[in-house]
């Protein structure tokens, strides 16, 4: 029999657009000649739901608009959809089996997820019982998501007669997490003897990018089929003898899959909440080149616009290399100079800082006009602004609270300095668009004169790697220290990011892109004495 695997692309809360589009893959499917589709998790809804999913009402419109779908299913075609279910006073996250334009059976998912990113029990209730059901004499059992990252529901299917194992999922990416899923998939495949069939979602929510990458994996653990990466679409797959296969599409290597992330996370973020385009601030610097290169590729030249807003600080190599970077992208590039602006700020200052040095405060009030000037423009014509600073930065707090963090979503924020150079040299393989210079030039703020960023900051090749053991793996102090890192520095970095939580609660969501990114996935109190012991 053929089966179809629809990678899709939900949007949170738009269930009769959610809805159209399955049922015209479904319609797409039938005619492909599939006996039966499998949707992702939470398919009609989106994913995740997060506190919609604590509403009667936001229940009540899904059940009503997946009997809807129901009826509009070829009658010879088996829909298994993820959708929210509010059953008898309680709430799964759920999977209707639909064949002849009804729900024919129902799959609560088990395994509910409550770590990183996800907080699932905070708002389902865990079901308990396999679902199987025959067609065209295979018989399928349903998992969803978190239920293969744990022993015991996929046994539980294969004890209920199951052949194939088919696995709703709205995983999010995150560097090597294919990688990850495999180990995964094929553990559960040791445990219960059965293959399987995993559906995931691609696209974009929020913080989330869903990377897509749905495959099939025979009972010896072998790939047998695996759908692109962060590209929406409708996969056949032949299935025989319990075995399904399709093209097995080659997965994107570290760089060129951090990239596409962010290209989707910004393309579905400024669609899905209906911008007309971005706005970023140009610098000359390569944390802003990354960001406008990524901004062109997710949302087309015509629709991105790069300001430029030099201060008497700013170098005249970053005017050249900015203006260089903004023509071979193709987009519109202004200079507004921000010196008479500032001087203003320092003129109705001048009786409170009179008889005090140049400090920060100097320092972020270049930053605060810029983000002034920035958001005006939004303002007035309704395009996002993208902020451009990196996860080095937000970890250290080495931003500016509404200046450079002002923004609507901060597209590097889980992107650690020295990856934004690889993704920088990666993105001019696909083309020749930043400037070397930009790459190779000592990074600097340019708030003052002759500023480098390692005046403040340890080199960022040894910060990176302690904020990855600090942030991303919770290593104590002194098991970073044992590793080989320098005390001090191990001190410095550490302090840092615990006085840097308040900035980074007051700063733009960003793409996550790592197993542990800032935002709803680390959650550190803001008012915190805890240092740990060296």
């Given at each position: 029999m053929k089966l179809a695997i629809a990678q899709f692309n939900p949007t949170v809360g738009d269930l009769q657009g959610n809805a159209r589009r399955l049922a015209d893959l479904a319609a797409e499917a039938r005619q492909a000649g599939a006996s039966l589709m499998l949707a992702p998790e939470l398919a009609l809804c989106g994913y995740p739901p997060e506190d919609l999913a604590l509403r009667d009402d936001f229940f009540h419109e899904n059940a009503r608009v997946l009997d809807e779908l129901a009826a509009t299913i070829p009658a010879d075609l088996t829909l298994v959809v993820g959708h929210p279910l509010l059953e008898a006073g309680q709430r799964y996250n759920a999977a209707a089996v639909i064949r002849e334009n009804r729900i024919a059976a129902t799959y609560r998912k088990q395994q509910l997820p409550n770590y990183a990113v996800f907080d699932e029990v905070r708002t389902f209730t865990p079901g308990d019982s396999a679902c199987v059901f025959e067609l065209e004499g295979t018989r399928f059992a349903v998992n969803i998501c978190a239920d293969i990252w744990f022993p015991g529901s996929a046994a539980q299917a294969r004890d209920a007669g199951a052949q194939v194992l088919l696995v709703l999922n709205a995983s999010p990416f995150h560097m090597h997490k294919q990688r990850e899923r495999f180990e995964i998939a094929r553990a559960r495949i040791a445990e219960s003897g059965l293959g399987l069939i995993y559906a995931n979602a691609v696209g974009a929510q929020d913080e989330l990018v869903f990377d897509g990458g749905s495959f099939a994996m025979a009972r010896d653990g072998q790939v047998t089929a695996q759908c692109p990466a962060f590209e929406e679409g409708l996969y056949i797959l032949e299935l025989n003898d319990g075995v399904a296969a399709g093209e097995v599409v080659e997965w994107p290597g570290t760089e060129a899959s951090a990239y596409q992330a962010l290209v989707v996370g910004v393309r579905d973020y400024v669609a899905k909440n209906g911008f007309p385009g971005a706005y970023i601030g140009l610098s000359g610097g390569i944390d802003s080149a990354l960001t406008l290169c990524v901004a062109v590729d997710a949302l087309g030249a015509d629709r991105v616009e790069a300001v430029m807003m030099p201060s008497q600080f700013t170098a005249d190599i970053s005017?050249?290399?900015?203006?260089?970077?903004?023509?071979?992208?193709?987009?519109?590039?202004?200079?507004?100079?921000?010196?008479?602006?500032?001087?203003?700020?320092?003129?109705?200052?001048?009786?409170?800082?009179?008889?005090?040095?140049?400090?920060?405060?100097?320092?972020?009030?270049?930053?605060?006009?810029?983000g002034v000037i920035l958001m005006a423009l939004s303002n007035k014509f309704g395009k996002l602004v993208l902020?451009?600073?990196?996860?080095?930065?937000?970890?250290?707090?080495?931003?500016?609270?509404?200046?450079?963090?002002?923004?609507?979503?901060?597209?590097?924020?889980?992107?650690?300095?020295?990856?934004?150079?690889?993704?920088?040299?990666y993105r001019n393989t696909l083309s020749q668009v930043i400037p070397e210079r930009i790459i190779t030039r000592p990074p600097s703020a340019e708030l003052r004169h002759n500023q480098t960023d390692q005046d403040s900051l340890p080199p960022y090749e040894i910060l990176d790697a302690i904020m990855e053991r600090y942030v991303e793996r919770d290593m104590a102090p002194g098991r970073i220290v044992a590793e080989g890192y320098d005390p001090d520095a191990v001190r410095r970095v550490v302090q840092l990011i615990d006085r840097a939580e308040y900035k980074r609660r007051q700063s733009p969501p960003g793409i996550r892109v790592t197993p542990r990114g800032f935002g709803r996935d680390r959650r550190y109190p803001i008012t915190n004495k805890y240092r740990a012991p060296f």
């Amino acid at each position: 029999m053929k089966l179809a695997i629809a990678q899709f692309n939900p949007t949170v809360g738009d269930l009769q657009g959610n809805a159209r589009r399955l049922a015209d893959l479904a319609a797409e499917a039938r005619q492909a000649g599939a006996s039966l589709m499998l949707a992702p998790e939470l398919a009609l809804c989106g994913y995740p739901p997060e506190d919609l999913a604590l509403r009667d009402d936001f229940f009540h419109e899904n059940a009503r608009v997946l009997d809807e779908l129901a009826a509009t299913i070829p009658a010879d075609l088996t829909l298994v959809v993820g959708h929210p279910l509010l059953e008898a006073g309680q709430r799964y996250n759920a999977a209707a089996v639909i064949r002849e334009n009804r729900i024919a059976a129902t799959y609560r998912k088990q395994q509910l997820p409550n770590y990183a990113v996800f907080d699932e029990v905070r708002t389902f209730t865990p079901g308990d019982s396999a679902c199987v059901f025959e067609l065209e004499g295979t018989r399928f059992a349903v998992n969803i998501c978190a239920d293969i990252w744990f022993p015991g529901s996929a046994a539980q299917a294969r004890d209920a007669g199951a052949q194939v194992l088919l696995v709703l999922n709205a995983s999010p990416f995150h560097m090597h997490k294919q990688r990850e899923r495999f180990e995964i998939a094929r553990a559960r495949i040791a445990e219960s003897g059965l293959g399987l069939i995993y559906a995931n979602a691609v696209g974009a929510q929020d913080e989330l990018v869903f990377d897509g990458g749905s495959f099939a994996m025979a009972r010896d653990g072998q790939v047998t089929a695996q759908c692109p990466a962060f590209e929406e679409g409708l996969y056949i797959l032949e299935l025989n003898d319990g075995v399904a296969a399709g093209e097995v599409v080659e997965w994107p290597g570290t760089e060129a899959s951090a990239y596409q992330a962010l290209v989707v996370g910004v393309r579905d973020y400024v669609a899905k909440n209906g911008f007309p385009g971005a706005y970023i601030g140009l610098s000359g610097g390569i944390d802003s080149a990354l960001t406008l290169c990524v901004a062109v590729d997710a949302l087309g030249a015509d629709r991105v616009e790069a300001v430029m807003m030099p201060s008497q600080f700013t170098a005249d190599i970053s005017l050249v290399d900015a203006e260089a970077l903004a023509a071979n992208l193709g987009v519109r590039y202004d200079v507004q100079p921000i010196k008479s602006m500032y001087d203003s700020f320092i003129t109705a200052l001048s009786d409170e800082f009179d008889g005090l040095p140049f400090d920060l405060t100097e320092e972020n009030i270049q930053a605060r006009v810029r983000g002034v000037i920035l958001m005006a423009l939004s303002n007035k014509f309704g395009k996002l602004v993208l902020s451009t600073g990196n996860k080095s930065e937000m970890a250290t707090g080495y931003a500016t609270l509404y200046g450079d963090m002002a923004g609507g979503l901060a597209v590097l924020k889980d992107v650690s300095k020295t990856l934004v150079w690889r993704l920088s040299r990666y993105r001019n393989t696909l083309s020749q668009v930043i400037p070397e210079r930009i790459i190779t030039r000592p990074p600097s703020a340019e708030l003052r004169h002759n500023q480098t960023d390692q005046d403040s900051l340890p080199p960022y090749e040894i910060l990176d790697a302690i904020m990855e053991r600090y942030v991303e793996r919770d290593m104590a102090p002194g098991r970073i220290v044992a590793e080989g890192y320098d005390p001090d520095a191990v001190r410095r970095v550490v302090q840092l990011i615990d006085r840097a939580e308040y900035k980074r609660r007051q700063s733009p969501p960003g793409i996550r892109v790592t197993p542990r990114g800032f935002g709803r996935d680390r959650r550190y109190p803001i008012t915190n004495k805890y240092r740990a012991p060296f």
